[in-house]
């Protein structure tokens, strides 16, 4: 229960003090076209890590040259961000955004920026 409440709280302070900066050539996603976008696919990010998001919520992250797997729950959030709550009890959401060449960009709460593969 503690934890529960913990999460409470440190999900709001953390999605408070994300540093996403989109670039002004960046497009947003609304909800319904990045979940469809999203929602039974897989992106491969130049690493060669990939992450796959299953229809039914489920979410795994690929390490490159087999550096392990994490897995968790994907949600799609309505300001072109997706949160992974992760089977450890971690959490994270980024910024999804295409950029000006039509390429899905994963910008990171600190501002950094992964292009995935087309």
Not at 99 to 113: H, K, P, S
């Amino acid at each position: 229960m503690i934890r529960d409440v913990f999460a409470l709280i440190v999900l709001p302070i953390a999605l408070f003090a994300q540093q996403w900066e989109p670039r002004t050539s960046d497009e947003l996603f609304d909800q319904a076209r990045l979940d469809a976008l999203l929602r039974g696919s897989t992106i491969t990010f130049f690493d060669e890590g990939q992450s796959k998001f299953f229809e039914d919520g489920r979410y795994t992250y690929s390490y490159a040259n087999n550096g392990g797997t994490g897995y968790g729950y994907f949600t799609v959030m309505e300001d072109s961000t997706v949160c992974i709550e992760f089977v450890t009890g971690s959490s994270r959401c980024d910024l999804y955004v295409s950029d000006e060449v039509g390429r899905l960009i994963v910008i990171t709460a600190t501002g950094d920026r992964f292009p995935t593969r087309q």
